[in-house]
C-alpha cells in the first residue's frame, strides 16, 4: 500500500520518542489502599519514581507531598538583575506622558 510508512522510519519515531520520554519523574503514594489524586493523604511518605524508558524504576523517597513537590517542580533559579547603571536612560523628547520640568514652564 502507498499510504504505510517504511518500518525504519517508525522505527526511528518511536525511539525518539523513547528517548525525550526518559528521566520523566512522578510522585507515588506509599499509603495503603488505591492510589487516588495527590491531596488526598498529604503527610504520607512518597515514592519518587523515574521513567527509564520501559519501566518506572523508584530513584528515591520522600516524606510528605509538600517534598515531593518540591522535587518535582523546583523552584526556577533566581535571574541577575541589572545594577541600577547598567540600565538604559529614558531618551530625551517630551511624549504626552511626561510632563515639563520646572525650568521648562518658565521658559514658555
Given at each position: 500500500m502507498q499510504d504505510e510508512?517504511?518500518?525504519?522510519?517508525?522505527?526511528?519515531?518511536?525511539?525518539?520518542?523513547?528517548?525525550?520520554?526518559?528521566?520523566?519523574?512522578?510522585?507515588?503514594?506509599?499509603?495503603?489502599?488505591?492510589?487516588?489524586?495527590?491531596?488526598?493523604?498529604?503527610?504520607?511518605?512518597?515514592?519518587?519514581?523515574?521513567?527509564?524508558?520501559?519501566?518506572?524504576?523508584?530513584?528515591?523517597?520522600?516524606?510528605?507531598?509538600?517534598?515531593?513537590q518540591a522535587v518535582l517542580?523546583?523552584?526556577?533559579?533566581?535571574?541577575?538583575?541589572p545594577a541600577e547603571w547598567?540600565?538604559?536612560?529614558?531618551?530625551?523628547?517630551?511624549?504626552?506622558?511626561?510632563?515639563?520640568?520646572?525650568?521648562?514652564?518658565?521658559?514658555?
Amino acid at each position: 500500500m502507498q499510504d504505510e510508512e517504511p518500518l525504519e522510519e517508525w522505527a526511528r519515531r518511536r525511539a525518539e520518542r523513547q528517548a525525550a520520554s526518559k528521566g520523566r519523574l512522578r510522585a507515588v503514594p506509599l499509603s495503603d489502599g488505591p492510589h487516588r489524586g495527590a491531596h488526598v493523604d498529604p503527610g504520607a511518605p512518597r515514592a519518587i519514581e523515574e521513567w527509564t524508558g520501559a519501566e518506572w524504576t523508584v530513584a528515591w523517597v520522600v516524606e510528605s507531598l509538600a517534598a515531593a513537590q518540591a522535587v518535582l517542580y523546583p523552584a526556577p533559579p533566581p535571574q541577575d538583575r541589572p545594577a541600577e547603571w547598567d540600565r538604559p536612560a529614558p531618551g530625551p523628547g517630551r511624549g504626552r506622558h511626561r510632563r515639563p520640568t520646572a525650568a521648562e514652564e518658565r521658559d514658555r
